[in-house]
């Protein structure tokens, strides 16, 4: 029985589509998403894996289909057909990917923006304690004044929010441990916690060469840059520990520069405050929660001795955090 | 079938075995010594980033930072990244154009040979000092230094890294110059520009990029070691400076850089494919101006290696849309290719066995490609394994199984001796399986989160690891054929005669290897390059007429 080979092209091309379509949504590539706008970046993903799937069966079956029909016969010295192009073929070629580029482009800008990635609050002057500069060397910055108003690029408050920021965290980076700064109980953590739903706002800071701030759950990063303060919104809206990776080569233990970010239950969360907070009338000097106890954390202990907050004796055994 | 004219040479100018092997130790001019003497250099500087990467993967093999120093490691990554860049990648391109351009145009040398055999000698003492850097330790910081942290490690190593680069870096330029001015100014008569090779046209774009973008890197690096050693602060926030504008200066530069690693061995496979289909390539024109294309959008999408730094969102939605429309130029080429083969008829030695694998990986590489100009997908896997699976498919993938291509179908040529089609055969499946087995895990890696540059990573990363690492080391067994084989054809290969393939392009038309001045007379084109599949009565596409009588 012979099949027209059209027929057997159509076949194969939807077998392709539908192939594609399926592993585009069900590739198990990606970690879980713990935020909306990590289940919108995953959404961008899976369409650009459906069309990458598409493509490379395209690609691959090609070649394997002239591996075996046009392999020369043995002792066949004739050259092929003289074809040089076919205008029609290349037009659509040419067209076919532009569409698809445009598009993916488009919806990208969609999805960034829906991330707050235009967000003017992530280009406002964000009023920390300029380290080193001077009012008078400000002036003669440059031409743009960027520095003068400590512009903080990065992920801002999405477009559409109407919710206000609910927690604003300074973050220090320093080599080789993050440092969390929570101004409303004065607590300074080497762990981050949130309560779930509400959104967050990090303000991030490096003390000494360039690290970079990635929650992989989240989808989100953003560098942090000396001399400058860089920032980074998001609402979790998953209970749970996710990992804090520092991602930009930062010194020879960069691979150990880790931490957790806890998104906890508003009771949880506030609960976690209060344990953690200082005791003004008690004078007591902060109570220092450090990162869980792994093998990363022993970096956190000499920088904060040199943030001059140094633990008595007494409170070295009070170093696990209370969650 | 095509049969390329026989030459009667009356007035043979020399004997090609006039070359003796102290030649090619010499400061020597003709661009066939200094091609090989590129050649040669790269492929060293080839194992010697390999014996890095394999450092590398074996402390990977495990989550712990246990076989050598999480310093050290950072050393071996930074030289890994070095040298396979400024010392096998783009100095090998250079060694194919050096080699094929006069003879593809009909010259007899490059326009200014005593510049380019200047060009060759700086690369050894630059790849020499790079080397000696592990001596006062190696830098740590990257193939890309980033300050503060470039500026705070290993200094006298890191003084070391600028020094050679900006050596490799003047060689690279000098070479470009070289290019343009043969290919625009020394074609053979009748071939108009449309007659040139793919491989010339290809070049014309890298070398433009090299000479526009070259400086900035110089710029880059010079700014870099004054902060360094001299105490400025360009880059330096506690003095005033910003460290995001070096990743400007420096990616200006690099960015058009893996363009011009990849467009020599994008002309190369436009050579390979047709001669090994028997088939013309599909859409000359369209390959030959999406080489332009390449090169021009090259020049404006370098912020999309900052997509998480200091820039403001309008600035990196700007280079996304840039480094979109890049991949349309970049696609049509790799239909073309495969318009090429289909229909054809494919001799599967090792030449089009690599030719072919160039497509499939480098396909791979273009799509992981598309998804990371997508800001949103990128800000989530920047600086991830996901980035190193990306550019190991395009610069391994595509630019060294492109370099192999071309190896294999011009070593006839070059040497005047056939490889050994078993070996040959060998090392691409060693190589092929070793590339995907090494590479395709990394993209899942990155999504996970797994970061890079690391010596020390989170448990559950390691199964994936280990199948890299297996794959590493499968890529080193696979230069064991390609090594053997090319000491087995240089002494005990079968001649290859002039046009083992019945090419059509004038390189071809001469001895292998050629004469000193290339051709015993001056080649008059009066066809194309690519015109397979023509009635065989018709004329032969070269003439070769008495220089004399013209």
Redesign the interface.
């Known amino acids: 029985m012979n099949i027209p080979s059209n027929i057997i092209t159509l076949v194969l091309g939807i077998a392709l589509t539908l192939v594609s379509l399926w592993y585009g949504q069900n590739h198990g590539l990606m970690p879980i998403a713990a935020s909306d706008e990590a289940e919108a970046i995953d959404g961008i993903f899976d369409v650009m894996m459906t069309i990458g799937t598409g493509l490379f069966l395209l690609v691959q079956g090609i070649l394997i289909f002239c591996l075996v029909r046009f392999r020369r016969r043995k002792g066949d010295t004739q050259d092929g057909p003289p074809i040089e192009g076919n205008v029609p073929l290349e037009i659509l070629w040419t067209a076919i990917p532009a569409v698809v580029v445009f598009l993916l482009a488009i919806y990208s800008f969609e999805v960034y923006n829906s991330m707050g990635g235009l967000d003017p609050h992530a280009s406002h002057d964000v009023g920390l304690h300029a380290h080193h500069s001077t009012s008078t060397n400000q002036k003669n910055m440059l031409a743009l004044d960027l520095s003068s108003k400590n512009l903080a690029y990065g992920l801002g408050l999405p477009s559409e929010s109407q919710d206000p920021v609910n927690l604003k965290v300074k973050v220090n980076a320093m080599q080789y441990a993050w440092i969390f700064n929570y101004p409303q109980g004065s607590i300074v953590s080497g762990e981050l916690h949130v309560p779930v739903g509400k959104t967050v706002e990090l303000d991030m800071e490096a003390n000494d060469v360039i690290h970079a701030f990635w929650l992989p759950e989240f989808r989100i990063k953003q560098d942090v840059i000396p001399g400058r303060v860089t920032e980074l919104v998001f609402t979790a809206n998953k209970v749970g520990q996710y990992p804090i990776v520092c991602a930009e080569l930062c010194g020879a233990y960069h691979g150990g520069m880790k931490s957790v970010l806890y998104v906890q239950t508003p009771e949880d969360f506030q609960q976690w405050l209060k344990d953690n907070s200082v005791e003004e009338s008690s004078g007591e000097t902060q109570k220092i929660s450090s990162a869980a106890a792994s093998a990363e954390s022993q970096f956190i202990v000499p920088h904060i001795k040199s943030l001059g907050l140094l633990p008595e004796p007494e409170q070295l055994d009070q170093l696990h955090s209370k969650h | 079938?095509?049969t390329p004219l026989e030459v009667s040479n009356p007035h043979q100018i020399d004997n090609p075995r006039e070359r003796k092997w102290q030649d090619y130790f010499t400061f020597n001019t003709d661009h066939k010594v200094i091609g090989i003497q590129y050649l040669v250099t790269s492929f060293i500087f080839y194992f010697v980033g390999g014996f890095f990467a394999e450092l590398m993967r074996t402390e990977l093999a495990t989550p712990a930072?246990d076989f050598i120093?999480?310093?050290f490691?950072?050393q071996a990554l930074t030289l890994h990244g070095t040298i396979m860049i400024f010392l096998w990648i783009v100095p090998a391109g250079a060694g194919f154009a050096n080699y094929l351009i006069p003879l593809m145009v009909g010259a007899e040398d490059m326009a200014f040979p005593r510049l380019n055999a200047i060009a060759f000698w700086l690369t050894p003492p630059g790849g020499i000092l790079l080397l000696s850097s592990l001596l006062v330790g190696a830098p740590?910081?990257?193939w890309t230094s980033?300050p503060?942290?470039s500026l705070?490690?290993g200094k006298w190593g890191q003084e070391i890294w600028i020094m050679s680069l900006l050596i490799v870096g003047t060689s690279s330029i000098l070479g470009a110059i070289n290019f343009i001015t043969t290919m625009l100014k020394m074609r053979a008569p009748g071939m108009d520009i449309n007659k040139m090779p793919l491989f010339c046209w290809s070049m014309l774009a890298a070398s433009a990029l090299i000479l526009l973008s070259t400086p900035a890197l110089a710029a880059a690096l010079i700014l870099l070691s004054f902060d360094l050693i001299a105490g400025t602060n360009f880059f330096n926030?506690?003095g005033?400076?910003?460290?995001?504008v070096y990743q400007h200066l420096f990616w200006f530069y690099s960015h058009p850089a893996v363009y011009i690693m990849i467009l020599p061995f994008f002309g190369a496979i436009s050579d390979v494919i047709p001669v090994h289909?028997?088939?013309?390539?599909?859409?000359?024109?369209?390959i030959a101006y999406s080489s332009l294309a390449i090169s021009f959008l090259g020049l404006i999408v370098w912020a999309h290696h900052m997509y998480?730094?200091?820039?403001?969102?309008?600035l990196?939605?700007f280079f996304?849309?840039t480094t979109?429309?890049i991949?349309?130029p970049t696609?049509?080429k790799?239909?073309?290719w495969?318009?090429t083969?289909?229909?054809?008829?494919?001799?599967?030695n090792s030449a089009m066995l690599f030719a072919?694998g160039f497509?499939?990986s480098f396909?791979?590489g273009g799509?992981?490609g598309?998804?990371l100009?997508?800001?949103?997908?990128d800000?989530?896997v920047?600086?991830?394994y996901f980035v190193v699976g990306h550019f190991h498919y395009v610069l391994f993938g595509g630019s060294v199984l492109g370099l192999f291509a071309g190896f294999y179908h011009w070593f006839p040529k070059i040497t005047g001796r056939m490889f050994n089609e078993s070996l040959g055969r060998a090392h691409f499946i060693l190589t092929f399986i070793g590339l995907n087995l090494t590479f395709m895990p990394m993209?899942?890696l990155g999504?996970?989160?797994m970061?890079?540059?690391?010596?020390?990573?989170?448990q559950q990363f390691q199964s994936l690891n280990q199948l890299c690492t297996w794959g590493a080391y499968l890529l080193a067994i696979s230069t064991a054929p390609l090594v053997v084989g090319i000491f087995l054809a240089l002494f005990r290969g079968e001649k290859a005669g002039d046009n083992p393939w019945n090419a059509l392009t004038l390189e071809w038309q001469t001895s292998s290897p050629p004469p000193i001045l290339n051709f015993n007379n001056t080649p008059i084109v009066t066809r194309g390059p690519?015109?397979?599949?023509?009635n065989?009565t018709e004329a032969e596409s070269v003439v070769l007429t008495d220089a004399q009588s013209l």
């Open positions: 079938m095509t930072s120093s999480p310093e490691y950072n740590q910081a990257g980033y503060p942290l705070l490690t926030p506690n005033g400076g910003d460290p995001v289909s028997r088939k013309p390539i599909f859409g000359y024109r369209a998480t730094s200091g820039t403001p969102g309008w990196r939605l996304m849309a979109m429309l991949a349309v696609g049509i790799v239909f073309s495969c318009a083969m289909w229909g054809g008829k494919i001799s599967l072919m497509v499939s396909v791979i799509i992981t598309v998804m100009a997508s800001l949103p997908l800000i989530h920047h600086d991830t993209h899942e999504l996970l989160g970061n890079r540059r690391i010596a020390l990573y989170d690519y015109d397979y599949g023509h065989p």
